[in-house]
């Protein structure tokens, strides 16, 4: 079926709109008319191929919320009408260490991304949610249990509520620890309600003076300008772990030295460019650890969503057309989003 989707032809061209085919759905698929699409960081550094060999045409998205309207012959868990998500990942082998954990993010054989992944569909990468449809095998399509009137709000958490989940809940993030989110954007504003939620003092790092308020409503504890270097210093060896998705290259060291022995700081930003080679001795004298993480499994995203449902989280959002995708680029490059921008994908029709 012949789709409306928006899309770039190349890394300097802006996105624009673009007809795409979507597969008839198999014995398993499931296929979606999409309500919202969230706009990750992840889609711009990928449109402008900031991290290279981006693909195209290219079709980002993936932070999907849409309504059922078609299953397959063998797909039980769906009926036509419910209301599903789909996030970063369409597909993995199912038959590695990682797969059978429930780890598809870390599949040994390599997973299939929601775009630019490795299809047999047309044109032969996948494309994402800035478009009216996607069909997904069910494995792969989440439960929404919020009310519908949420459902703009709930499409960021299939990708920055599951990036800062899956983080804070390997390392344990809970009452008792004391827990830092670095960057207030779409991931980290997510990352201070989820660990608020999970009952850690959690710290937001900003280097926005215009966000700290808005941290505190979000559930922070504390708030540290991080450009200020006595707020910094305030912190010094104090932290069990700290989530840091800053967009951009910037100084470790400032970050790991606020952790105590024995702490984490685990990166999930990718930045275009490389940070300065973290000081060995900030971790050496005091046992602490660099890790980092990517999204997360699709049974721990079914865990974060119902855990968001009942606990009424959504995400902060600022609802666009997607005629003005570009305008929210640069916005999100200037950190000066609040705090993620979702694609109301019936602008598509226009
Ligand atoms: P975003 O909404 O643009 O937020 C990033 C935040 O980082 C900004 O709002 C800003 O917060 C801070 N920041 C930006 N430039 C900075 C700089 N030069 N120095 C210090 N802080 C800066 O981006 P996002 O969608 O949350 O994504 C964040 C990163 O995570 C991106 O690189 C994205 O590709 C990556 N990502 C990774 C995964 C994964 O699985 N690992 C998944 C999704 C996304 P303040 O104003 O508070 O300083
Ligand atoms: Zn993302």
Known sequence: MTVKAYGAHAADKPLEPIAIERREPGPHDVRIDILFCGVCHSDLHTVRSEWGGTIYPCVPGHEIVGRVSAVGGSVDKFAVGEIVGVGCLVDSCQHCASCGEGLEQYCENGFTGTYGGATPDAPGHTLGGYSEQIVASDKFVLKIRHPEEQLAAVAPLLCAG???W???RHWNAGPG??????????????GVKLAHA???????FTTSESKRQDALDLGADEVVVSRNADEMAAHTGSFDFILNTVAASHDLDAFTRLLKRDGTLCVVGVPEHPHPSPAVDVLIFGRKSIAGSLIGGIAETQEMLDFCAEHGIVSEIEMIAVQDIDLAYDRMQRSDVKYRFVIDNASLAA
């Open 162 to 164: 599951i990036t800062t």
């Open 166 to 168: 899956s983080p804070l």
């Open 198 to 204: 999970l009952g850690a003092h959690t710290v937001a």
């Open 177 to 190: 620890k004391k827990v830092g989110i670095v960057g207030i954007g779409g991931l980290g504003h997510m």
